[in-house]
């Protein structure tokens, strides 16, 4: 059974840094395709970053040069570091991952959706004030 649990969120103000965290367990597949989603208050949960076998990493043109999405074994661990954040940026973020079916080929689906992931963390909440 797949297990993720992000943490990390916080409160504070425009301009600083958060670093959110999810630990993963249960996740056998021989490749991955990871990311972090965030669904901000009246708005559809979009997809903040990726990052998949290969090393391979994507970004949300809102976030593109402020965050970095990182592993440590992404499997175990899976991070997303966030700076110079907006008070936009306000929002609950899930840890994700797609199914070990779709992971076997190691990357992640073009244009990786909410539609492509098989797993969810439970959220955490970052809220950003101006």
């Known amino acids: 059974q797949v297990r993720m649990v992000a943490s990390g969120g916080g409160s504070l103000q425009a301009g600083g840094s958060l670093r959110l965290s999810c630990d993963v367990s249960g996740y056998v597949a021989s490749g991955y395709c990871m990311g972090w989603f965030r669904q901000g208050a009246n708005k559809e949960r979009e997809k903040v970053a990726s990052i998949d076998s290969y090393g391979m990493t994507t970004y949300a043109d809102s976030v593109k040069g402020r965050f970095i999405i990182s592993g440590d074994n992404p499997k175990n661990s899976l991070y997303l570091q966030m700076n110079s954040l907006q008070p936009e940026d306000t929002g609950t973020y899930y840890c994700?991952?797609?199914?070990?079916?779709?992971?076997?080929?190691?990357?992640?689906?073009?244009?990786?959706?909410?539609?492509?992931?098989?797993?969810w963390g439970k959220g955490t909440p970052v809220t950003i004030s101006s």
């Open positions: 994700a991952a797609v199914s070990e079916w779709t992971a076997a080929a190691g990357r992640c689906p073009e244009n990786l959706g909410e539609g492509d992931i098989q797993y």
